[in-house]
């Protein structure tokens, strides 16, 4: 079974942006990590028929009410575990292993800090970034794989515009090669 893993998209927008709809048909479902920002824009992927999803702390208050904080699902034997914010740093990720553990599940993913992180220790840790704003990254989201109880993530870019910081230290490179 294949997923997409996003999180923190922050659109308003009733549609799906045409860089993600044209990847979401090849997954069998989709898994958002909170911080949709909009009613409209949570509608628009449920409407996908597969979405599993938190609400984040941007979410509008009808969503925040819709979705749960955590969730909990099973897919193939492997138990998956989703929260918005877990844990601060992009640095240590101790806390967020220590609430897959809590939780009971195989992998747990996050998301809040809007850039890219797969960790495997004894549980598969996934921030998949942001797709539409990321930071000290480019846009991208994981696809997770599942087969007979084996685990693949890999991040995947996804077209859009990647966070001012990236911009500038690549606009640096090319100055300095120059």
């Given at each position: 079974m294949k997923l997409l893993v996003i999180s923190d998209t922050h659109l308003e927008t009733d549609t799906i942006p045409q860089y993600l709809a044209g990847i979401i048909g090849d997954y069998d479902l989709v898994v958002?990590?909170?911080?949709?920002?909009?009613?409209?824009?949570?509608?628009?992927?449920?409407?996908?028929?597969?979405l599993r999803a938190v609400h984040g702390n941007t979410d509008e208050k009808e969503l925040q009410e819709l979705l749960p904080e955590k969730?909990?699902?099973e897919v193939e034997g492997v138990k998956i575990g989703v929260v918005h914010e877990g844990a601060l740093s992009i640095v240590d990720t101790t806390p967020m292993r220590y609430l897959a553990l809590e939780m009971g599940v195989n992998v747990l993913i996050f998301g809040h800090l809007h850039?890219?992180?797969?960790?495997?220790?004894?549980?598969?840790?996934?921030?998949?970034?942001?797709?539409?704003?990321?930071?000290?990254?480019?846009?991208?989201?994981?696809?997770?794989?599942?087969?007979n109880g084996s685990l693949n993530a890999n991040i995947i870019e996804i077209n859009g515009?990647?966070?001012?910081y990236v911009d500038y230290s690549r606009k640096l490179e090319r100055e300095k090669s120059s």
């Amino acid at each position: 079974m294949k997923l997409l893993v996003i999180s923190d998209t922050h659109l308003e927008t009733d549609t799906i942006p045409q860089y993600l709809a044209g990847i979401i048909g090849d997954y069998d479902l989709v898994v958002h990590a909170g911080d949709f920002s909009s009613m409209a824009f949570y509608r628009a992927l449920e409407s996908t028929g597969k979405l599993r999803a938190v609400h984040g702390n941007t979410d509008e208050k009808e969503l925040q009410e819709l979705l749960p904080e955590k969730l909990i699902f099973e897919v193939e034997g492997v138990k998956i575990g989703v929260v918005h914010e877990g844990a601060l740093s992009i640095v240590d990720t101790t806390p967020m292993r220590y609430l897959a553990l809590e939780m009971g599940v195989n992998v747990l993913i996050f998301g809040h800090l809007h850039r890219p992180i797969i960790e495997k220790r004894d549980v598969l840790l996934i921030c998949p970034g942001s797709p539409t704003k990321p930071r000290m990254s480019d846009p991208c989201a994981v696809e997770l794989i599942i087969d007979n109880g084996s685990l693949n993530a890999n991040i995947i870019e996804i077209n859009g515009q990647s966070c001012s910081y990236v911009d500038y230290s690549r606009k640096l490179e090319r100055e300095k090669s120059s």
